[in-house]
């Protein structure tokens, strides 16, 4: 099997040093590993956000039995470690690209996909009653060039023609009084929507609903096998045998190269590492004069993401290089502290108390993908939302769980049922990013230059 990665980006065993984990309070109950030999009408592999949503539907909106099939815990992969934003994402390519690829409806569909992904976490977490820290209302990109600004002007343009909806532009003083006080900012650009959410405690507060619709979780149960069995797919664990009509690859940029064929080779999990510092007091936060509530992001070469948590720590994080060793990881902690220390100077010295990584998962084609393995009936997936998961994942679980139970289902944009396709050489896919992605991307997603 090919291995892209150092053995740390995916022991168990090893502590993860993630801030969410330290404050996400209980573990979920109820996730006994897989006991002997059971059935169900589908299994789903992987508990994260998008085999979580979809047992819930599955179980909720379907009557199907459904057993959720977790190699570590729920939450344990990408869906518990994020930044935490809510936000638009998806696809790789901008609205722009997909408009020259597919057409101007497809874009159009796949921008309604992301408003009603973003909605959908909201209205599930204020139905539910789910307490998952909901924080601040669209998101924030900050430009430091005038460069950048007629860049962000242009966007804005974009947005209304394809979206038809306004993105707010701000000068600097607008963002000094609205936002935070820093050097070198030249304006920003307010998305009108998104917001920030505690990610694990979100992970478990799903994996808790979908238990209560009747869904079973094991946790400790890496799928190690895959036979067909009468026209049925049996999944070997450690532990025993899940026996299912259907099957949902939900693994992500989690899922290893042996797992199905018709995920071999397709996915490029690329690392990205978050730090967060201790708490902020009131005094360092009046020296930015920070207010804003919502999850950020900036224009500077080397893309990261940030936002001060509730509870005002400084959260961000970016890229993680491209090898996973434990070497790596302090290599990129110190450029994200050198980033903080860049954006608000007057906190350069504030301690980091947390830094973890993770990974974010790239298709070939720079899509999306969603449906039913075309020479194995039966075996669905859903994958690849390139970094912008937490939204997308939620409603990619609902949309694949109409998909797999024949349910009237809402429109799946053409971008996300397109073939799932191999990397050209798998092996050296992780080098096939300079040539999909450019070098800029590359740059940013690698944290290479
Ligand atoms: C550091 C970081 C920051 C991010 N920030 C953001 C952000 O701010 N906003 C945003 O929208 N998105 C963000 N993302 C992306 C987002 O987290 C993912 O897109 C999303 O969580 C994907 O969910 P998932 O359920 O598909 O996969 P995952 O959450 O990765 O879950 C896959 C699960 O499959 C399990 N698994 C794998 N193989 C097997 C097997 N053989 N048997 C059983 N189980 C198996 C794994 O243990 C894992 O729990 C970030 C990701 C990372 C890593």
């Not at 003083?173 to 998305?191: C, K, Q, S």
């Not at 996973?324 to 902690?333: H, L, M, Q, V």
Request: aromatic share 8%.
């Amino acid at each position: 099997m090919t291995k892209l990665f150092h053995d740390a980006m995916y022991d168990p065993s090893r502590p993860l040093d993630s801030h969410w984990e330290a404050s996400a309070g209980n573990p979920v109950a109820d996730c006994d590993p897989v006991d002997g030999d059971v059935t169900c009408d589908v299994a789903v592999i992987g508990g994260g956000f998008t085999g979580l949503s979809a047992a819930l539907h599955l179980a909720r909106d379907d009557q199907l039995s459904v057993r959720v099939i977790e190699a570590v815990a729920p939450g344990w992969g990408a869906s518990g470690r994020n930044g935490g934003h809510c936000c638009f994402g998806g696809a790789g390519l901008d609205p722009t690209e997909i408009v020259d690829a597919f057409s101007e409806e497809v874009a159009r569909q796949n921008i309604t996909a992301q408003r009603e992904a973003i909605e959908f976490v909201a209205d599930l977490a204020i139905s539910n009653d789910l307490d998952i820290d909901m924080q601040g209302k669209g998101e924030l990109c900050v430009a430091h060039t005038r460069k950048a600004m007629d860049e962000l002007r242009d966007e804005t343009a974009m947005w209304k023609r394809l979206g038809g909806f306004d993105c707010e532009l701000m000068e600097t003083p607008e963002v000094h009084d609205r936002m935070y006080e820093a050097p070198n900012i030249t304006g920003g650009m307010l998305f009108p929507f998104g917001f920030g959410l505690h990610p694990m405690k979100y992970s478990r507060e799903l994996a808790r609903l979908a238990q209560r619709h009747g869904a079973v979780i094991h946790g400790n149960s890496p799928v190690t096998g895959w036979a067909r069995e009468n026209g049925k797919h049996r999944l070997a664990t450690p532990t025993g045998t899940v026996t299912a009509d259907k099957v949902l690859i939900a693994t992500n940029g989690f899922t290893r190269d042996d797992l199905h064929p018709a995920t071999d080779g397709c996915l490029l999990p690329v690392i990205s590492e978050i730090v967060a510092t201790r708490p902020l007091t009131d005094e360092e936060l009046a020296r930015h004069r920070y207010q804003a509530e919502m999850p950020l992001y900036d224009k500077r070469p080397m893309f990261a993401y940030y936002r001060v948590l509730p509870d005002r720590r400084i959260h961000m994080g970016g890229p993680g290089g491209m090898t996973g060793t434990p070497a790596s990881k302090e290599r990129w902690r110190s450029h994200h502290e050198k980033r903080i220390a860049t954006i608000w100077p007057e906190w350069r010295d504030v301690e980091i108390e947390h830094c973890w990584r993770g990974f974010v998962c790239l298709s070939s084609d720079k899509l999306t993908h969603l449906g039913e393995v075309p020479d194995d009936p039966g075996v669905f997936y859903s994958l690849a939302y390139h970094g912008n998961g937490v939204a997308m994942a939620s409603w990619s679980g609902r949309a694949i769980a109409g998909l797999i139970s024949g349910r009237a289902n809402r429109a799946i944009p053409a971008t996300m049922t397109q073939p799932l396709r191999p990397f050209a050489l798998p092996a050296l896919r992780k080098f096939h990013v300079y040539k999909r992605y450019g070098l800029r991307m590359a740059r940013n997603l690698l944290g290479i230059g």
